[in-house]
């Protein structure tokens, strides 16, 4: 009976078997899609794994596909037109050759590859990513989707600058860098970590208001490096 299973789909993010992850802004994440072989897969015309890549998530390096443990070729055993790198929310559309999966039966295929957040994100949404499995057998079509997306999440905080008490009017200009708590390394324009000296600045503007958008859940400092105008 195994044999007529038609295929499934799952995806994960990091390592198989993880659904929910947080990134920098530009920080690489890793994909993981991963279907089922049928036991009759000789007999199938087509089976194509697609992935419609949200626009907050860019595209970054060539992807792999196994069969089992073993390594697909590109051009041999499946077809795939790889974006640009930097694209942002690309479909990819990998379409295996039956005949490469032949003598996988009831293995699984995994395809792999990396994004990266892009700064369009909104802070703290859940950035969820689907992925689809069709096939043709007997010229009848199959599609299933993952039945659990996978997300990945990117924070940040709002503030206000004010004096020190709780009438005090709301101060422009004040000037905040941000270090992991802990340690010395400082966020960049990039997203990166680096030095305090090429640190990303941050500045209070119309009523004393800015934020802090595209890290990873974490422990940060916000350390105030100039004072506003006057103190």
Known sequence: DNNFFYPTVDKFITTIGKKTET???????????Q?????????????????????????????TVKAGADVLTLGTDYTFVAPAVGTAGPLLTISIYPDALVGYEGQKVTIEFKTSVNNTVVMDDEIENNATVTGTLDGTPYEKDVPDLP???TGGKKFVKVGKTEDSVALTGAEFK??????????????????????R?????????????????GNYTLEETKAPTGY
């Open 201 to 217: 600045v941050f500045t209070s503007g119309t009523e004393g208001k800015f934020e802090v958008t595209g890290l990873a859940y």
């Open 151 to 153: 997300e990945v999440h």
């Open 23 to 33: 990134a920098n802004i530009n920080e690489l994440n890793t994909w993981f899609i």
């Open 178 to 199: 941000i270090f992991k708590a802990g340690t010395s390394q400082y966020l960049q324009s990039d997203w990166t970590w680096g030095s305090k000296a090429d640190a």
């Open 35 to 63: 279907s089922t072989i049928p036991g009759d897969i000789r007999d199938y015309e087509s089976y194509v794994v697609t992935d419609d890549l949200e626009s907050f998530l860019d595209y970054e390096n060539a992807l």
